[in-house]
């Protein structure tokens, strides 16, 4: 664990300064090297392997030597979500498969950090060999943000602020805290302080922000008008927060809220967290 | 005539609910710990409530008149009986209650409101239905009182509540009828927690012996606040079926 | 038993979500109630909260775990103070008993406190028949009663209706002059029932809680209409859901503080009466019969399935309703039957079985904010999946109710993601099928059947050029950005 350390966490993307100085102080600590394993998640992969490519960054630039197991594909949770459980098991195992031996896991969407984390106890319920298995990665998935904060310690020591000739705030934030990340793997504040703590950006409040967007996998094209009326909420709720950037830390909130951004050509980029933090870029 | 138990027989319900959880007749495994209180145990209990609630008394009598005003009760804290029946006398006054109806309690031996209001002219008579007037016009008589006036079995401090027990002499009807409802609490009558009440009236249950041979009787009324409703657009009225006005007069001494 | 209309749940919920009215009440309602509820619980801290909740959700699995040998404690201790308990295993039964004893009494009027158990049971329509009028004395089941519909929320039945609708429903039925003012209309009902309430035969009541250790019957209000029902007529009837006991008075003291909170964010309710048998023989009055008929109605099924069973520990406060995302959209009437949002997603196909409500399951997104709501951390997340694994998957063919549209796309995607070649594959096809119909890498308008649900208010990207392990492998793992 880095502890005590200075991290300087989110925009040194132009900084060439700022990024020597944080390896110059891990260097100089020497802390054990970390590593993780970047579970990247399908959606990622296949839609936005520009947040993966954030990710990597990110961590690389806090010092974790970051792994991508090639085994990986999806963890399964559509399936399980709708009630395949079998075939849903089919893709636990080949993820456990491919994570077998990593020190740390590392998932950028709460949702499917909370597949590995905590509903595969469930769907091992009754196969005591895979249970003891799902046990074992259990407790070491982390989400993104919430590796970041638990693992490295970011949040435990404050984020330096450049000097008063450094850059302004330029971008105003609205964070939707997913409802996965919040309920199932209880991730609150992690986000919220990496984003606070990103000098530029400016975490605006985003009203009513713990309702869920109305995405929920199927239930979007399921019960598309319930959907749509949940969705147009969120947006109303992020108009209203006057934010320029809606971020998230999982991408299936992001692609919905997204795709009526787009729809609506409204102005106001949609970024995952990861993106943020890496100075915007992506 | 009664009406005998006409559903399906007890042991044929209860064998499918065993079914149901899979599992045989005996009692739990592990004994529920309440249920093992002895009388002995209940003893001791409500002996420990009444000791803490004689200790902390002065809070406990504070507390429950700060709850009480909280949840909507008009709390009138009386320092004798002599202040407390002016409160009631000039409540009527106001009310222009000429019918009071009362229970026929301890309390009211000590706090004579009948006298004091039969002085401005208000009539303030016991809700009983053994004397002539017979049930039904009883029942007329209470709904036509400006006023209830009722002791009180208990109040708790927690909730801010004052607790009945019909029975003999208390109607079920004085304190929810007419649309002012007045309880007299008396030091003694005040407990700080819901806790401390259902400690006491398991002693009262299990007095008597084995489990079921006690008697605590038929009711207990648990109120808190005026009668009302929220249930046209959320709005809160008071005064549905209940009283519209609650009253605790709180007697620090009798 | 009352009529199940489940099979209904898209049509009905697309009406409710068109309804402007019904949107307005619900809006106003679940903040109203979620707002008060969260203010009480900030004032008693979390942690005793979460106390509270442990306390609770320990008592109920002991109880439920064992419901036979409290349901016999029940029996034994309501005949001691001398009442009866009848039993009965589904609606017919139930309403059989209550109408026999109406006529064996010769009962013409009823009044009855709020019971979502006869609600499910449909008993006053089975008394109505038999010549009985029947009146509801709550003011929002006598809301609904007059409209001729049914409760659309578990504490607040008549929420769905503006004042407007109220002031209306009065005036056409009651013969009053149109009020909107909701202490008018608050009082009209009190002189309308008024009368009922000292005429009636028998009252008809609920039940909170059934305490096995006195025997007691535990009904929570606000109106005094359940004081007046228990109280005034000569015969008292308590309908019950076999899952209503707790074992000790003492266990009593915990679900007081925890169901006013939850349910409306009271501290607590203007009244909680407890009933131990009929009246004594010197009280002054009571009913001079006690009678408590505790109902079975598929609730063993629910018993019967552990991933169920907790579906039993709820206490009807409705906070799962407030904070339900799709609760709040469609209202209680687009669910089907008695038990709405998401306690209901899991109660109503249980006791009407799978096949009828194959929607509830499913209208979820699983949010987990009902969880996190209930007074005794049921698990309802849990129990949806576990409903849609049934219906997907069961053994059991009246239970599997998956379409086979649904089922191949399982399997079509199960079968994409059970290697990385054919991920890479499946990319590659995507792209190229849904190359034509993008636009700046953007699906916006399609007549493709399930893409065209997504895209009728959201724009679909398309899979990217080149996907993130294509990228790891030519530029991160050596070490580029």
């Keep these: 664990m880095i502890q005590d350390e200075r991290v300087v966490l989110p925009e040194w993307g132009g900084s060439a300064n700022l990024a020597r100085r944080f390896a110059r102080e891990i260097a100089l600590s020497q802390p054990p090297p970390i590593r993780a394993s970047l579970f990247v998640t399908c959606i990622i992969d296949q839609l936005y392997p520009e947040v993966g490519v954030s990710v990597v960054r990110v961590l690389r630039r806090c010092g974790v030597e970051v792994d991508f197991p090639e085994g990986q594909t999806c963890c399964g949770q559509p399936l399980y979500n709708s009630g395949f459980t079998q075939e849903a098991r089919k893709l636990a195992v080949r993820t456990l498969d491919a994570l077998d031996g990593s020190q740390y896991v590392v998932v950028p969407s709460g949702s499917c950090g909370a597949m590995l984390r905590v509903f595969y106890e469930d769907l091992f319920a009754d196969d005591p060999v895979m249970l003891e298995r799902a046990e074992a990665l ?26 008063a000739d450094g850059p302004a705030a330029t971008r105003t934030v609205a964070y939707h805290p997913s409802c996965h990340l919040l309920r199932e793997m209880r991730v609150r504040e992690a986000p919220q302080q990496l984003l606070n703590n990103a000098v530029s950006v400016e975490l605006v409040d985003l009203p009513d ?25 969120k947006l109303a709720s992020i108009r209203q927060s006057g934010a320029d950037t809606v971020t998230a830390c999982d991408m299936g909130c992001l692609m919905h809220i997204g795709g009526a951004i787009s729809r609506q050509n409204l102005p106001v980029s949609v970024q995952h967290i990861a993106q943020v933090l890496d100075g915007g870029e992506g | 005539m009664s009406t005998g138990n006409i559903g399906i027989p007890t042991a044929e319900f209860l064998a499918s609910v065993r079914e149901a959880l899979g599992r045989t007749d005996e009692p739990p495994a592990d004994p529920y710990a309440p249920l093992q209180d002895d009388l002995a145990a209940l003893t001791e209990q409500a002996a420990t409530v009444r000791e803490r609630v004689a200790r902390e008394l002065p809070d406990l009598s ?91 079995d208990y109040a708790i401090a927690e909730t801010g509540s004052v607790v009945v027990l019909p029975r003999q002499g208390l109607s079920r009807l004085v304190s929810v009828v007419p649309p002012v409802h007045v309880a007299i609490v008396r030091p003694q009558d005040i407990l700080g927690t819901l806790d401390d009440l259902f400690a006491l009236r398991r002693l009262e249950f299990h007095r008597d012996g084995a489990q079921g041979n006690g008697d605590m009787g038929s009711y207990l009324n648990f109120i808190t606040g005026p009668s009302r409703t929220a249930d046209i657009e959320q709005t809160i009225v008071v005064g549905v079926h209940g009283p519209r006005e609650v009253h605790m007069v709180l007697l620090d001494e009798e | 038993m009352a009529e199940v209309a489940t099979r209904e749940f898209v049509a009905a919920s697309q009406a409710a979500v068109r309804d402007e009215q019904l949107r307005q009440a619900l809006r106003r309602a679940g903040s109203g109630f979620d707002g008060t509820r969260r203010e009480a619980i900030a004032e008693v801290t979390e942690d005793v909260w979460e106390d509270w909740r442990q306390q609770a959700r320990s008592i109920k699995e002991h109880t439920i775990a064992h419901l036979d040998y409290y349901l016999a404690m029940l029996e034994r201790n309501v005949q001691a103070a001398g009442g009866q308990v009848h039993f009965a295993r589904d609606a017919a039964q139930a309403n059989a008993i209550v109408s026999e004893i109406a006529r064996q009494q010769g009962v013409r009027t009823v009044t009855k406190s709020k019971s979502m158990v006869s609600e499910e049971l449909g008993l006053n329509h089975v008394l109505e028949e038999q010549g009985v009028d029947v009146f509801e004395t709550d003011l929002g089941e006598y809301i609904i009663q007059l409209a001729e519909e049914t409760p659309s929320h578990l504490v607040a ?12 429903l ?18 009209i009902a009190r002189v309308a029932l008024r009368q009922k309430f000292l005429e009636a035969d028998m009252g008809i009541s609920g039940a909170n809680f059934l305490v096995a250790e006195t025997g007691s019957l535990v009904i929570i209000t606000n109106e005094g209409n359940g004081r007046l029902c228990t109280s005034a007529p000569r015969i008292h009837v308590g309908l019950a859901g076999m899952e209503k006991v707790i074992p000790s008075l003492q266990d009593l003291a915990v679900f007081l503080r925890l169901l006013p909170r939850s349910a409306t964010g009271q501290r607590i309710t203007s009244y909680m009466s407890m009933v131990t048998g009929p009246r004594r023989a010197d009280d002054e009055d009571g009913p001079e019969e006690f009678h408590l008929v505790i109902v079975d109605n598929g609730r063993s099924r629910l018993l019967r399935d552990p991933a169920l ?67 005794v951390q049921i698990n309802i997340p849990r129990m949806l999946l576990h409903l849609r694994h049934q219906q997907a998957e069961s053994d059991d063919t009246n239970q599997r109710t998956v379409s086979d549209t649904d089922k191949a796309l399982a399997q079509g995607f199960a079968t994409v993601m059970s290697s990385p070649w ?40 398309v899979p990217a050029e080149r996907s993130f392990r294509d ?3 030519d530029e991160l793992s050596k070490g580029g950005n």
């Excluded at chain 1, 094209?221 to 909420?233: F, G, R, T, W």
């Excluded at chain 2, 006054?93 to 009948?114: C, H, I, K, M, Y």
């Excluded at chain 3, 039945?157 to 209306?168: D, E, I, N, S």
């Design chain 2, 62 to 152: 504070r507390q429950l008149g700060e709850t009480a005003a909280l949840r909507g009760w008009n709390v009138a804290r009386c320092g004798g009986v002599e202040e407390a029946l002016d409160y009631v006398v000039s409540l009527a006054t106001q009310l222009g209650a000429t019918s009071v109806a009362r229970s026929e309690q301890e309390v009211f031996e000590s706090v004579p409101v009948d006298a004091a209001l039969a002085g401005v002219g208000a009539m303030c008579w016991p809700a009983v239905y053994d004397g002539p007037e017979g049930r039904e016009a009883v029942r007329r008589r209470l709904a036509e009182s400006g006023m209830g006036i009722t002791g009180a």
């Design chain 3, 309 to 375: 069973r907790e579906s039993l520990y709820c206490i009807r406060c409705g906070a799962c309703l407030n904070v339900c995302p799709i609760y709040q959209r469609v209202g209680g009437h687009a669910y089907g039957w008695v038990y709405p949002g998401p306690i209901g997603s899991i109660v109503t196909p249980g006791l009407v079985g799978v096949a009828q409500a194959k929607d509830l399951p499913n209208a979820s997104t699983l949010c987990g904010a009902c969880r996190d709501a209930c007074p």
């Design chain 3, 471 to 473: 990228r790891w492998r």
């Design chain 1, 138 to 163: 259990r407790d070491r998935v982390y989400e993104f943000t919430e590796f970041l904060t638990e693992v490295l310690g970011v949040d435990t020591s404050p984020v330096e602020r450049p000097a």
């Design chain 3, 157 to 168: 039945p008549a929420l769905h209706k503006t004042r407007g609708q109220v002031a209306q």
């Design chain 3, 170 to 187: 009065f005036a056409e039925q009651l013969g009053v002059p149109y009020s909107e003012d909701i202490e008018e209309m608050a009082r």
């Design chain 3, 422 to 461: 054919l991920l890479r594959l499946g990319r590659l096809v995507g792209r190229a099928l849904s190359a034509p119909l993008a636009r700046s890498g953007k699906i916006r308008q399609t007549r493709l059947p399930l893409v065209s649900r997504w895209t009728r208010a959201r724009d679909l990207p």
């Design chain 1, 209 to 233: 922000a713990e309702q869920c967007c109305g995405f929920g996998g199927t239930f979007a094209v399921k019960y598309p008008h319930i959907s749509e009326e949940m969705l147009a909420d």
